[in-house]
C-alpha cells in the first residue's frame, strides 16, 4: 500500500471543555456512538479531545480539512475490543472520501495519545 497523506493534530484539553458545553456544538462536532462512549467514561473531556484531534489530523491527512462535504460526526472515532482506535467514515462523508482517494478501498491508521493538558491523534490514509 502507498501513502496517499498523514496528519497529526494536538488540542488543549481545556479548549474542548469550552466547546462541549453547549449541547448543539457537542451533536455536530460528535456521532451519538461517541458521545455515548465518552459519557460513560471517568475522563470523558480527554475522550473527547481525543476524538476531536483524530478528526482535525484525518482532515489534514486527506488534504481537505473539515470542508467540502466532509462533516465532523461522520468521522466517528471508535475502539475496537482490544482498545486499537480507528476511524469509521459515514453517509455523505464516506462518499466524498472515497470520490477524492478514487478508491472504495483505502485504509486509515489512527494513534492516539492524551498527556495532562492535551490529546493528540496521528492519523495515516494509504491506498
Known sequence: MKIYGVGTDIIKIQRIKKSIKKNSLKIRL??????KKCENIKNSLNCYAKRFAAKEAFSKALGTGISKGI???EILVLNEKNGKPFIKLLNKTKKVVEKKLKKRKFKISLSLTD????????????L
Open 115 to 126: 498527556e495532562d493538558n492535551y490529546a493528540v491523534a496521528f492519523v495515516t490514509i494509504s
Open 71 to 73: 462533516n465532523w460526526n
Open 30 to 35: 460528535f456521532n451519538q456512538e461517541e458521545i
